[in-house]
């Protein structure tokens, strides 16, 4: 099924360029990169919101630690990483 997208003078401009520099072949070739870039960046965006999903349900169900103990934590680990570096 093919598709017709109006894409404003600026964006054409940009997807002529693309094409006349030899960068790509087609102006379909440059849509469906667009395309593979906006599906990538709404599957982060999908596996973002669920992390934040589970954090915000650990924490209503109390599953949490103290700043203070996590942080204390991580730098007795960055500083042991470090005196066996250095």
């Known amino acids: 099924m093919a598709i017709s997208a109006d894409l404003g003078s600026r964006l054409e401009d940009v997807v002529n360029q693309l094409v006349s520099t030899g960068r790509y072949n087609s102006k379909s070739e440059v849509l469906r990169e667009g395309v593979r870039l906006v599906e990538e960046r709404e599957k982060r965006l999908a ?6 999903a589970e954090g915000i349900s650990d924490a209503d169900a109390g599953r949490v630690k103290p700043g203070d103990e996590v942080l204390d934590r991580l730098e007795a680990k ?4 470090a005196e066996k570096n250095g």
């Open 47 to 52: 596996a973002l919101d669920a992390a934040l």
């Open 78 to 81: 960055y500083k042991a990483m």
